[in-house]
C-alpha cells in the first residue's frame, strides 16, 4: 500500500534547527507527503520552503499538555494560520480532563475548533489516549462529534503510550465517520502504519517517515 499521501511528516523536538525544518519541507516534497507538522516558531519558514508545493504545513497548539488557557490557545491558532498554517493540532486540557470539568473542556475544544474553521483550516484535536481511560475517552468523542472537529489524534509522542490498534479501534467505535483519525506516536514501521491504517486511522503522524515508507 502505498502510504506517503497519509503521513504528517513531523519534527517537533525542542533543538530542532531550521535546517532541520528545511530537509523535512524537502523530504515532504519529494515523497509527496500529507504535510509537515513544525513547532509553531517554524510556521512561516515551511510556509516559504513549501511554496508552490502541494504539502500541507501543519503546527502544534498548547503542545504537548494542553492546559494552556482558552484564550491563549485560540490566539496560538489564529496566530498560526495567520503565518500560512494549513492545520492545527491542538493538545486538549488534560488538567480538566482529570478533573471532570467537561463543560470547560466542550468549551475550550469548541473556542479552538471554530477559530480554525472561520479561517476555512483543519483541526485535529490531540486526546492522549495512553493517559486515559474509556470512559474519559468517550466523553471527550461525544463532545468532538457535537462540536464537529475535523480528525482526533491519538497522542503528542512525547507523553504516555504513543498509536496503538486498542486506541485507533476505539476512537473509530465512538466518533461519527465524518471525523478523521490521526495516529500519532510511536510509528517506526512500514507493517505498523499500515495496521493502524486498517485499524481505521486516516492520517499518520511519524518522525521516522522515510523509514516507515521505505520498510
Same mark, same amino acid.
Given at each position: 500500500?502505498?502510504?506517503?499521501?497519509?503521513?504528517?511528516?513531523?519534527?517537533?523536538?525542542?533543538?530542532?534547527?531550521?535546517?532541520?525544518?528545511?530537509?523535512?519541507?524537502?523530504?515532504?516534497?519529494?515523497?509527496?507527503?500529507?504535510?509537515?507538522?513544525?513547532?509553531?516558531?517554524?510556521?512561516?519558514?515551511?510556509?516559504?520552503?513549501?511554496?508552490?508545493?502541494?504539502?500541507? *504545513?501543519? &503546527?502544534?497548539? @498548547?503542545?504537548?499538555? %494542553?492546559?494552556?488557557?482558552?484564550? /491563549?490557545?485560540?490566539?496560538?491558532? #489564529?496566530?498560526?494560520?495567520?503565518?500560512?498554517?494549513?492545520?492545527?493540532?491542538?493538545?486538549?486540557?488534560?488538567?480538566?480532563?482529570?478533573?471532570?470539568?467537561?463543560?470547560?473542556?466542550?468549551?475550550?475544544?469548541?473556542?479552538?475548533?471554530?477559530?480554525?474553521?472561520?479561517?476555512?483550516?483543519?483541526?485535529?484535536?490531540?486526546?492522549?489516549?495512553?493517559?486515559?481511560?474509556?470512559?474519559?475517552?468517550?466523553?471527550?468523542?461525544?463532545?468532538?462529534?457535537?462540536?464537529?472537529?475535523?480528525? *482526533?489524534? &491519538?497522542?503528542? @509522542?512525547?507523553?504516555? %503510550?504513543?498509536?496503538?490498534?486498542? /486506541?485507533?479501534?476505539?476512537?473509530? #467505535?465512538?466518533?461519527?465517520?465524518?471525523?478523521?483519525?490521526?495516529?500519532?506516536?510511536?510509528?517506526?514501521?512500514?507493517?505498523?502504519?499500515?495496521?493502524?491504517?486498517?485499524?481505521?486511522?486516516?492520517?499518520?503522524?511519524?518522525?521516522?517517515?522515510?523509514?516507515?515508507?521505505?520498510?
Amino acid at each position: 500500500m502505498e502510504i506517503a499521501h497519509l503521513i504528517d511528516h513531523t519534527t517537533l523536538k525542542p533543538n530542532c534547527t531550521l535546517s532541520d525544518v528545511k530537509q523535512l519541507c524537502e523530504e515532504a516534497m519529494m515523497h509527496s507527503f500529507a504535510a509537515v507538522c513544525v513547532p509553531p516558531y517554524f510556521v512561516r519558514d515551511a510556509v516559504r520552503f513549501l511554496d508552490d508545493s502541494r504539502v500541507k *504545513v501543519a &503546527t502544534v497548539v @498548547g503542545f504537548p499538555y %494542553g492546559y494552556s488557557n482558552t484564550p /491563549a490557545k485560540v490566539e496560538e491558532v #489564529k496566530r498560526a494560520i495567520d503565518e500560512g498554517c494549513d492545520e492545527v493540532d491542538v493538545v486538549i486540557n488534560l488538567c480538566a480532563v482529570f478533573q471532570k470539568n467537561w463543560a470547560y473542556l466542550k468549551n475550550d475544544i469548541n473556542s479552538v475548533t471554530t477559530a480554525a474553521h472561520l479561517r476555512g483550516k483543519v483541526i485535529k484535536l490531540i486526546f492522549e489516549t495512553g493517559m486515559l481511560d474509556d470512559e474519559q475517552l468517550t466523553k471527550l468523542c461525544n463532545i468532538c462529534n457535537e462540536i464537529g472537529v475535523d480528525f *482526533v489524534k &491519538t497522542s503528542t @509522542g512525547v507523553n504516555a %503510550g504513543g498509536a496503538t490498534l486498542k /486506541a485507533v479501534r476505539f476512537l473509530r #467505535k465512538h466518533l461519527d465517520s465524518s471525523i478523521k483519525i490521526k495516529a500519532s506516536g510511536g510509528i517506526k514501521s512500514h507493517d505498523k502504519a499500515i495496521s493502524l491504517i486498517d485499524a481505521g486511522a486516516n492520517r499518520l503522524g511519524c518522525s521516522k517517515s522515510l523509514k516507515v515508507i521505505e520498510s
